[in-house]
């Protein structure tokens, strides 16, 4: 079945030691988007790719980072994940229509924790 | 920037009862869509509306869209145990020339068997 993975489900780090999170489509879905979702909140864009082009939040803090090796594959990485960064990750995609009503397609997250 | 708000912030009802969330949000729309997300869990697509639809159905659920009112609502009909989640708006700017959707705060509803 197609589908967005994301490794690993839950990754437990040090503070200030960087991390990376991964995720996997096989949608061949164009956008791809990274959230993050804390505790009994809504979910939160960090940034998201359109093919190669990268759309930062303003409000993203620049300890996060992403990257987009090919359609496929998309990364989020944390520098110095501080204890405020505790959270579950959501990646998600989406393939561009001329409508503007196209649906994302979520992963099952990543749970992240900060030490 | 975020530009759902939704409310009941929780909803606990008895199974085979109907369930109603609803969603505010700020600025002109192309389209509303609803999620569900199950505890730890990534969301789902539910249902799409379009800002020129007034109702849409799909199953057991019902969505309405006011936008004059920047509001929609929806009705998950004869609830069950298996729909105990939370629930998200999640809005599409007219303006915006990127793919983003702004999600709402999301309702938590509890279904009790």
């Known amino acids: ?115 | 920037s975020q530009q759902g708000e939704e409310d009941p912030q929780a909803l606990s009802i008895q199974e085979g009862e109907n369930a109603t969330m609803n969603c505010s949000y700020k600025t002109s729309i192309n389209n509303l869509q609803w999620y569900r997300q199950n505890s730890g869990r990534g969301l789902v697509h539910l249902i799409l509306i379009r800002s020129n639809e007034r109702e849409k159905h799909s199953g057991r659920l019902r969505v309405t869209l006011d936008t004059s009112k920047k509001s929609s609502s929806l009705l998950i009909t004869a609830s069950r145990a298996a729909d105990t989640a939370s629930y998200f708006c999640a809005t599409r700017g007219v303006t915006s020339g990127t793919y983003k959707y702004i999600f709402g705060t999301g309702t938590r509803l509890k279904v009790l068997a």
């Not at chain 1, 949608?27 to 940034?47: C, I």
Request: hydrophobic content about 30%; glycine content about 6%.
């Open chain 1, 1 to 115: 079945d197609a589908m967005v993975i994301q490794n690993p489900r839950y990754q437990v780090t040090q503070f200030g030691k960087p991390v990376t999170l991964s995720c996997s489509q096989t949608l061949n879905h164009n956008v791809m988007y990274w959230y993050q979702q804390k505790s009994s909140q809504a979910p939160k864009l960090l940034f998201h790719y359109y093919d190669k082009d990268f759309n930062n939040e303003a409000d993203t803090p620049d300890n996060f980072q992403s990257r987009r090796p090919n359609t496929s594959f998309c990364f989020l990485d944390i520098r110095s994940p501080g204890l405020g960064d505790a959270a579950m990750y959501l990646c998600a995609t989406s393939k561009r229509t001329g409508s503007r009503t196209d649906t994302q397609y979520f992963g099952p997250g990543t749970r992240l924790t900060v030490l």
